[in-house]
C-alpha cells in the first residue's frame, strides 16, 4: 500500500470484508451491529475503535514516499526517479511521461495532496533569495 495505489473498489470490497468481520453477518446468528461503519472508523479518543478507510490510507502512505523523494534528494529513490522521471524540475512539478512504472504513477497521482500539506520554514534565511539574478543591479547602474 506503500508504493501502489489500490484501486477505489479493491478498498471498498476489503473496507466491506472488514465489516462482515466485526458485525459477524456471514453466520447464521446475524450478530449484533453496535454501531455504524462509519463511528467504527473514528479515532478511539472520540468513541470509535480506530479503523481507518483503506483508501484514505493508502492515498497517505503514498504521500509519505512523495515526501520522503523531496526530503531526502540523495537517497537512491529519489536519484533513481529524478533521472528517469523529472531530471531537471522537482517531484511537484514532474510531468507523468511516457509508459510510466506503475510505481511512479502511484506517487505522482499524489502530487496534489503533497502540495497541499507542504510548508516552506523560512529557518535561518540561508536560502532565500529576495533578488533573482535579474533583479541584481549592476556596479554601472549606480550614480554617484
Not at 11 to 35: A, E, T, V
Request: aromatic share 16%; proline share 3%.
Amino acid at each position: 500500500m506503500s508504493v501502489f495505489k489500490l484501486p477505489a473498489k479493491l478498498c471498498k470490497d476489503m473496507n466491506g470484508l472488514f465489516s462482515k468481520f466485526w458485525w459477524r453477518k456471514q453466520h447464521k446468528d446475524g450478530g449484533i451491529q453496535w454501531k455504524k461503519w462509519e463511528y467504527l472508523g473514528l479515532q478511539k479518543g472520540k468513541g470509535g475503535l480506530g479503523f481507518r478507510d483503506l483508501e484514505s490510507f493508502n492515498l497517505a502512505l503514498l504521500t509519505k514516499q512523495g515526501w520522503r523523494l523531496l526530503k531526502y534528494p540523495d537517497s537512491l529513490a529519489a536519484m533513481v526517479f529524478k533521472e528517469k522521471y523529472f531530471g531537471q524540475s522537482n517531484l511537484l512539478e514532474a510531468k507523468l511521461g511516457y509508459q510510466p512504472s506503475f510505481i511512479w504513477r502511484s506517487i505522482w497521482s499524489v502530487r496534489d495532496l503533497l502540495h497541499e500539506g507542504l510548508k516552506w520554514r523560512v529557518g535561518d534565511g540561508s536560502k532565500i533569495q529576495i533578488w533573482g539574478s535579474k533583479w541584481l543591479p549592476t556596479p554601472s547602474s549606480f550614480s554617484v
